[in-house]
């Protein structure tokens, strides 16, 4: 059973700091592609970042640029989100995606995580 679990959300103030994690397991991680996906309260979903099979490309929405950084470890099979600098419009649901190939592809994506939410507020 293919799982994607997300972890590491929660309430911070502007201008701080999270770092969220994907643990990925019954697949093979590293023949894969990962996305960063969010929603925000009453929006639609929003891509964030996207990183290919073996780190050598990451990709980032232009509101993230320079404030979020995608990791990834394969032999941990975990993905991480690291966001400094965080703002009010950065609360949202954010989910862990798998790509179906080893570089991005523009979605659909066949797996998702089920979630961790940020709250950005004071």
């Known amino acids: 059973e293919v799982q994607l679990v997300e972890s590491g959300g929660g309430l911070v103030q502007p201008g701080g700091s999270l770092r969220l994690s994907c643990a990925v397991s019954?697949?093979?991680?590293?023949?894969?592609?990962m996305n960063w996906v969010r929603q925000a309260p009453g929006k639609g979903l929003e891509w964030v970042s996207g990183?290919?099979?073996?780190?050598?490309?990451?990709y980032y929405a232009e509101s993230m640029k320079g404030r979020f950084t995608i990791s990834r470890d394969n032999a941990k099979n975990t993905l991480y989100l690291q966001m400094n600098s965080l703002k009010s419009e950065d609360t949202a649901v954010y989910y862990c995606?798998?790509?179906?190939?080893?570089?991005?592809?523009?979605?659909?994506?066949?797996?998702w995580g089920q979630g961790t939410q940020v709250t950005v507020s004071s």
């Open positions: 995606a798998k790509d179906v190939a080893r570089t991005l592809v523009n979605g659909p994506y066949d797996y």
């Open positions: 990183i290919t099979w073996n780190g050598g490309f990451t």
């Open positions: 019954g697949l093979t991680f590293v023949d894969y592609a």
